[in-house]
């Protein structure tokens, strides 16, 4: 009865020049049970968490079946009730009856299915020889580079820049994501059975995966079937979706191995929303919006979320008959994003994996920023959603031939293998969205008080044109390319050089905190943070002063605060301590904050609680004067130094450098 959502999904290839054509994963049709059904409803001004009287039996009037209430939502004035049975008399046969019929009772603001989120493949693209499995990123002359070697020259980011990703949860042991991770939270609230039932040998059920529901622990215990099952997609084995949607966003840029993210510091606040097969439901995600954005709004076993995100990414998909194909304005997931915005969290959602349909649910409610997929020469890849929308801003986000992206991943089939990491190619707009939110992390680094608005305006006022013939439409004999327009394809493809220039030459420029990146360390020190790439708010290096902080951690010994290079003399084992560095242009009399942050190998991320001593405070920044607190935790005027983490030239070396590379069947 619900509609099937697609989580925007990728095919992992074979990234040696032998591979040949892979073969088109078949993706399995099922029909879901429609019993039992489960609405949202929207009672207006009510009292949060309190249903108004009678409002279960004026549901089962109106419907004729049995009503239950499975719990309130965190958005103000939802509630998920359950039927038990569909009406099987009269006029409400149809999911468009039942929400009219719900919807013109007095009170009640809008009624919206309980939408199941299911990824769908993406068939495995035909080109598998990539010299450079990051080209996008590279200077390569290609159209659409992104040319983050030169954005890297200016901001790598700040760890006080926050990326929700509403996922299948991640690997915290993962190298790509150690040292980058918040302690988030599963939303799935459905346990799912030991066994799945089948239709035709698909597993039809949903839910957990993790044998319980609701807790603490956003890691991703796999969202595999059960032996002998196939999910509806076909697949038969985990994805790790959510550890890889992250690594776009923000891998560990300097350990050597697999990959760089976009953003070099911005943190990564996981938080499960999919299990089995990758399936979520709408109502998870809604209250996973609320947390993740600090709202306050709050379950009581669940509490406040401490570190609230600056974006919100989501990789999922659907098409939405029941709403004509569109997001309507009293959606509760359109209310959701609208709600992030007004805390001045934005917000990418996928734009859809349908072959040149338009953009899907929910990336095409007002808000959002819907992030399709394009190759390096700045042709869409035949794989993406495309075209124009109310509210809502279409960009393209560039990958390597046939829209490929690379991501951190595990080896494991249905457990995450503990020495099984590694990375993939992948196609699918589940990874155009991160490297979207990796670049808004850039830019709320450089201009911290950048407002949804605006960074709509950046992205499409910078935006590449989509070059000629970098349309399609499919017919008889495949693919035929054609020119975009503003409304069959979108904004054009991302621009993440432009949009910094352009955040930068806003309005009373700032200097821009342009600190190292963030690292994972052995020892206990010493370390050097060097942060000589900051500039002055015309974009040069003169009349600038420094001032270094600890703001997170037990107390370490530093020196040089007062220098572009901070010396962390000892104090890192069994640690986490973030650094937070201010320039000022002295010249101007205006500042700006970034903040690093280096995690000892041997903490546990999910469980680090820094000592009553250490710092914690918050840095802002923007159209005035950032201010930063606390003082120091401890500073020492010693000399020290050495040790450090690599530069920008030894990371460009290590792009050419990825590990242990297979094919994976199924999805990932």
């Not at 320039?583 to 000592?611: G, H, I, K, Y």
């Amino acid at each position: 009865m619900a509609a099937a959502f697609s989580r925007a999904i990728a095919v992992a290839l074979w990234a040696l020049p032998s591979i040949g054509l892979a073969q088109a994963l078949n993706v399995v049709t099922t029909t879901a049970t429609p019993t039992p059904m489960r609405w949202v409803v929207n009672m207006g001004n009510q009292t949060q968490g309190t249903a108004p009287a009678g409002m279960l039996q004026k549901l089962q009037n109106t419907l004729g079946v049995p009503v239950s209430m499975v719990r309130p939502l965190l958005q103000p004035n939802s509630y998920l009730v359950e039927m038990q049975s569909l009406p099987v008399l009269g006029s409400l046969q149809t999911p468009q009856a039942i929400r009219a019929a719900l919807q013109a009772l007095p009170g009640v603001r809008f009624a919206s299915p309980d939408i199941q989120l299911q990824r769908t493949a993406v068939p495995a693209p035909n080109d598998g020889a990539y010299a450079v499995n990051q080209a996008s990123y590279m200077h390569t002359g290609a159209y659409a580079s992104l040319r983050m070697q030169d954005v890297w020259e200016q901001t790598r980011g700040s760890s006080n820049v926050v990326i929700a990703v509403l996922d299948s949860g991640v690997l915290f042991e993962n190298p790509e994501l150690k040292g980058r991770l918040l302690p988030g939270y599963d939303f799935v609230s459905r346990v799912t059975p030991p066994t799945g039932t089948q239709e035709s040998g698909t597993v039809v059920d949903s839910g957990s995966n993790d044998g319980n529901g609701r807790d603490p622990d956003p890691s991703d215990p796999g969202d595999a079937p059960p032996p002998g099952f196939n999910c509806p997609d076909g697949s038969t084995t985990s994805s790790w979706h959510g550890t890889t949607v992250a690594s776009v966003a923000a891998a560990q840029s300097n350990n050597g191995q697999f990959l760089a993210g976009m953003d070099w510091n911005a943190k990564v606040l996981p938080v499960r929303v999919s299990g089995r097969c990758g399936i979520a439901t709408s109502s998870d995600i809604v209250d996973a919006f609320y947390w993740a954005t600090g709202s306050g709004r709050v379950d009581p076993t669940i509490g406040v979320n401490p570190n609230p995100a600056n974006v919100i990414n989501l990789s999922f998909a659907t098409d939405t008959p029941l709403f004509g194909g569109g997001c309507a304005a009293n959606d509760m997931v359109a209310l959701a994003i609208a709600d992030a915005r007004a805390r001045n969290v934005s917000v990418v959602v996928s734009a859809g994996n349908n072959s040149g349909g338009a953009v899907q649910y929910p990336a095409n409610c007002a808000g959002t920023i819907a992030a399709g997929a394009a190759e390096q020469d700045g042709q869409l890849a035949t794989y993406t959603a495309k075209g124009a929308g109310t509210g809502f801003v279409t960009l393209h986000a560039p990958g390597n031939s046939n829209g490929l992206y690379l991501g951190a991943s595990n080896t494991g089939g249905s457990s995450p293998n503990p020495n099984g990491s590694t990375a993939f190619l992948f196609a699918g707009t589940s990874f155009s969205a991160p490297m979207v939110a990796g670049a808004i992390a850039l830019l709320k680094a450089v201009r911290p008080s950048l407002t949804p608005s605006q960074i709509d305006s950046l992205f499409s006022n910078t935006a590449l044109a989509y070059p000629a013939n970098a349309d399609f439409t499919q017919g008889l004999f495949g693919f035929t390319r054609r020119n975009c327009t503003s409304s069959t394809c979108g904004v054009g493809l991302l621009n993440v050089l432009g949009a910094v220039q352009a955040a930068r030459s806003l309005t009373n420029p700032l200097p821009v905190a342009n600190v190292q990146q963030s690292a994972v360390v052995a020892s206990n020190g010493p370390f050097v943070l060097d942060a000589a790439l900051s500039t002055n708010s015309a974009g040069g290096n003169a009349n600038l002063t420094y001032s270094w902080r600890q703001v997170f951690g037990n107390p370490v010994a530093l020196a040089g605060t007062s220098t572009s290079a901070l010396q962390v003399q000892s104090g890192m084992a069994g640690n986490i301590a973030e650094f937070a560095l201010t320039v000022t242009d002295t010249s101007t009399n205006r500042s700006n904050t970034s903040v690093v942050r280096l995690a000892n190998t041997s903490v546990n991320e999910r469980t680090f609680t820094p000592s009553s001593a250490g710092g914690g405070g918050t840095s802002t920044g923007g159209s005035g004067t950032g201010t930063s607190a606390p003082a120091p935790v401890a500073t020492s005027s010693g000399g020290g130094g050495g040790g450090g983490v690599l530069g920008l030239a030894g990371l460009l070396g290590m792009l050419m450098l990825f590990g242990v590379w297979r094919q994976r069947p199924g999805v990932a």
